[in-house]
């Protein structure tokens, strides 16, 4: 699929009329599920791409954008009582629409959509939030469609887990899923990747928030 590609201005920008949406501290009566840990798995970039932004769809200044279902991921990230972390560091990274990850020991690698990013970073704002243009994540062999997330604060250990797309047939039979035992806990992955009513490409919008046991001092 081929979209129009906005400019970095206007694609960073956007975090301002999002933020408005954010919950705010302390509207939280009571802990929040936290996300559950899950593993790194071993397609973690082994080499980084020179273009390491929030945009995966499109590398530096290419014209030629990824295959895949454009998709808006957002989230925040917040500590226990649903205080925002800000200055967190978000890394994504997932394969392409080929079931080819940036990384050298890929299957598909002859396959592998070279306008593709595969990572990603964003460092979240006041209100803890993150945002990634990216696809819909698709299957391959022995795995459900998912996003890898690694959150960094300074001062803690990094803390890696995993989205899923809700209601996917693939779900039912995923290993890794499905060793999460608690359902609130399982039911806080699986996100809903839900067409964009005023999107005349077809995007998607995602929103994913990660849950810390702790929160940061001020």
């Known amino acids: 699929m081929h979209a129009s590609r906005p400019s970095r201005r206007l694609f960073l920008g956007g975090l301002a009329a999002s933020a408005a949406y954010f919950t705010v501290p302390g509207a939280f009566a009571e802990d929040l599920v936290r996300t559950p840990a899950q593993t790194e798995g071993p397609f973690y970039p082994d080499k980084l791409p020179l273009d390491t932004d929030n945009d995966l ?15 808006w991921l957002s989230g925040r990230i ?11 560091a978000v890394e994504i990274w997932q394969c392409d629409h080929n079931g080819a990850y ?4 890929t ?17 979240t704002g006041s ?3 993150y945002l990634f243009r990216t696809i819909k994540p698709v299957p391959y062999p022995g795995r459900t469609p998912h996003i890898h997330f690694q959150v960094k604060v300074k001062g803690q250990e990094a803390f890696t887990t995993q ?23 399982k039911a806080s ?6 067409p964009i009513k005023a999107s005349k490409t077809g995007e998607l919008a995602a929103e994913f928030d990660i849950v810390l046991g702790f929160t940061p001092e001020a």
């Open 189 to 194: 992955i699986l996100v809903d990747f839900a």
């Open 127 to 129: 209100t803890g939030e």
């Open 78 to 88: 917040l500590g226990p009582s649903g205080t925002p972390i800000r200055n967190a």
């Open 163 to 185: 989205c899923y797309v809700k209601d996917h047939p693939n779900n039912a039979r995923d290993g890794i899923l499905n060793s999460i035992r608690d359902p609130k806990a």
């Open 57 to 71: 769809i499109v590398i530096n200044d290419s014209l030629t954008p990824s295959v895949g279902e454009i998709t």
């Open 107 to 123: 299957t598909n690698a002859e396959r592998r959509d070279k306008n593709f990013q595969g990572f990603g970073r964003f460092l």
């Open 102 to 105: 940036l990384h050298s020991g």
